[in-house]
């Protein structure tokens, strides 16, 4: 057996004792030990390029296809320009005075809360779905603006059924123009948006009562207030 210097004597004799310690025995000498266990060591592999992303299918996308279809909510709009109802009402300002009413300021009273609450719901002038230039305008949507305008017409003339055939003449005459324009927009199936362009443009003019029908009737029950 060759000769072995103390200092790796002790090397030589410390690796023994770790050997024997964690596997119950080892063979090797310090050098090959270390050549055995850079032989040994499991080799890490490496991926070539990270993994792709996983492809996003196209329902996953957003686009414009996936938006909601409005169908038969929409139809077509008049292109010409309607004047707003400025034109039409406080025309009794220039009237001679009719019969007055008594009840006129009660009967004014009453009217603010229905006006201002069917107004709110069902919108008006532009803001109503009737408005010629709107999409709704021939859609059920304005079918049943015109019903609720035509309901609250009738409302407000029963209201002065009592009175003197010479008083409320102003509110008379826009509330029967607004039950009118109500008949005209059911009788001639303007919600389901007529081809012709001569039933169009009647369904647009009564649209465009409709659509007033709240600033006409509070209209109305102001000029009555003047006798008018």
Known sequence: MPRIGRPR?????????????ALGGCSSTPDEAADT???????????????????????A???????????????????????DVTAVIQQWRNRPRGVGAPDAE????????????????????????????????????CAGNAAKAAETARTSLSWIAHEDPGAFTTLRGHADKVIKAAETYASRSCANAPAAPA????????????????DRLRDGFNAALQAR
């Open 37 to 59: 266990a850079t032989a040994s060591s499991p080799a890490v592999s490496v991926p070539a390029s990270p993994p792709a992303s996983a492809p996003v299918s196209a329902s």
């Open 9 to 21: 004597k002790l090397a030589t004799l410390a690796m023994l004792a770790a050997c024997g310690a």
């Open 106 to 141: 009660a009967i004014h009273s009453k009217s603010t809360g229905l006006l201002n609450d069917t107004e709110s719901r069902y919108g008006s002038g532009t803001g109503s779905k009737c408005w010629p230039q709107r999409a709704t305008s021939l859609t059920s949507a």
């Open 61 to 83: 996308a957003p686009t414009d296809a996936a938006a909601p279809s409005t169908g038969s909510t929409t139809g077509p709009q008049s292109a010409k320009s309607w004047p």
């Open 199 to 214: 039933d169009r443009e009647a369904c647009w003019e009564a649209g465009h009562t409709v659509a007033q029908a709240y």
